[in-house]
């Protein structure tokens, strides 16, 4: 298993972020067509991108406006990362230049975490451009599936 670790500063205030992160009706504007999720432990994770992929999982920790923590994972089978499988930690901090946000996804296997690291990093771009008030403008991951262990193996 692989770390992916994504750290980068968003020129925005650190409650700001965390609502960004918590709140599905912000969500939809940077990562999702549709959202849902309920920041307490317990509480459900869980979106779909335009192209019908589905993320689902569960919130573990919720410490707002500072830390989020919650389980991962595809429900199409053949991702091979099941819901609730792996787990993100999200943490915030104030730094200069606006919020300091640490992201470390745990459990996923070499080719799985690597491409979810570029989609962090694709993600987490769109996240700071709302942050800042900016439209992201159109998703242009929107027609591609998350991609399999198998499709990963061919590249």
Not at 95 to 119: I, N, Q
Not at 123 to 134: E, F, H, K, P, Q
């Amino acid at each position: 298993m692989k770390l992916v670790v994504k750290e980068i500063t968003i020129d925005a205030p650190v409650a700001l972020v965390y609502e960004l992160l918590t709140d599905p009706a912000l969500l939809v504007r940077w990562l999702a067509d549709e959202a849902e999720i309920d920041p307490r432990p317990g509480g459900v994770v869980r979106w779909r991108h335009a192209n019908g992929d589905v993320c689902t999982g569960q919130v573990i920790e919720a410490v707002p406006p500072r830390r989020l923590v919650f389980t991962y994972g595809w429900e199409r089978a053949e991702v091979h990362v099941p819901p609730r499988s792996t787990t993100v930690e999200i943490d915030l901090a104030a730094a200069p230049g606006g919020t300091r946000l640490r992201l470390v996804h745990h459990g996923l296997a070499g080719p799985m975490a690597d491409a979810h690291s570029g989609g962090w990093t694709h993600y987490l771009a769109r996240l700071a451009t709302t942050a800042i008030g900016s439209d992201p403008g159109p998703d242009p991951y929107i027609d591609q599936r998350v991609p399999t262990p198998a499709e990963l193996a061919g590249r």
